[in-house]
Structure formats: C-alpha cells, structure tokens
C-alpha cells in the first residue's frame, strides 16, 4: 500500500544538493493527518550559521522552532536544506529568524509559529531574537500575543 502522505516530495531519499545562498523554494510540505488536533510540532536545528551582513563573518546559532499545523506540515529534510541554504546569507539575526517565520507561514499557513534564535556570542553579547504569528481573527491571535509578552519568563 503506497502512502499518499509523502508524494511529490522531493528530497527526501534522494542523493542531498545544498544551495550556495538563501533558497526558500526548496522547502515542501506534506498532509497533516490530524488537523482537528492542536499539537505543536518542535525542531531544534543547532548548526544554523549565516553572515554577517556588514564584515560577512560567520554567526552561528541554535534556531527552534514550535508551529501547530493546520493541514500541511513542513518535510524536515526540507526544512534542514532550507536553513543551510542561510550559511552564504548575509543578514542580522533578527531578520534570519523573522525571515524563516515568514517563509513558513506562506509555506504552511500554521495555526500559530514561533521562531527563536539562540546565537552564539560575538563581541561578548549573545543575541536571541524570538518572533511568533498567530493566525488572525482566531484565538490564535491571543495566543501568539500572550507566548510574546510571556516567552521568556523565568529563563536566566
């Protein structure tokens, strides 16, 4: 019995290219089987790195990132190709976790997303850029408002 779920995909399997500079279209979905469950869906993704925009040094970081789906889900070797397609971008940090949300929304259309960016020191100051969308006119929006004010609370 061939699961329908997965196809069309297209790198999953298949012998890995790596793009040498920013390349959202490499990212896919496939079906959420269970789109009347609310469930997050985490990726820890330590060995993210681009450039610096201005002296095009490496910064490197952990990017996490927390959706609940509706009916499509991102393909995570996707997703991995997607961000080691950032390691020749040049870009702030907050614009690499901003822009990551962004493309994963038009991806997915997510009840709700959240991106966080835990970049390593440089200069003596660790950046941890956080960005999170609720989807508009739902109690999504709440959400995503309440995740924001609240998101790091308690951390050190």
């Known amino acids: 019995m061939t699961d329908r779920s997965t196809e069309g995909l297209r790198a999953l399997g298949k012998h890995t290219d ?7 279209d490499v990212l896919e979905t496939f079906e959420n089987k269970h789109p009347n469950n ?3 869906v985490r990726f820890n993704c ?7 925009p201005i ?3 490496p910064d490197f970081a952990e990017i996490r990132i927390r959706y609940i789906p509706d009916r499509k889900m991102v393909e995570s070797k996707s997703l991995k190709l997607y961000l080691f397609s950032f390691r020749n ?6 614009d690499c976790v901003n822009i990551i949300m962004k493309d994963l929304i038009a991806l997915m259309d997510p009840k709700y997303i959240e991106v966080e960016g835990l970049f390593t020191p440089r200069g003596g100051i660790s950046i941890y850029p956080f960005a999170n969308w609720g989807r508009p006119d739902t109690p999504w929006t709440e959400f995503a408002r309440h995740r924001l004010l609240n998101h ?3 951390e050190h």
Not at 18 to 24: F, M
Not at 46 to 52: A, D, G, I, K, N
């Open 38 to 40: 609310d469930y997050f």
């Open 46 to 52: 330590p060995e993210f790195t681009s450039l610096c």
């Open 152 to 154: 790091d609370l308690g």
């Open 55 to 57: 002296t095009g040094q």
């Open 18 to 24: 790596y793009t040498s500079d920013y390349c959202p």
């Open 89 to 94: 971008h040049g870009d702030f940090h907050e």
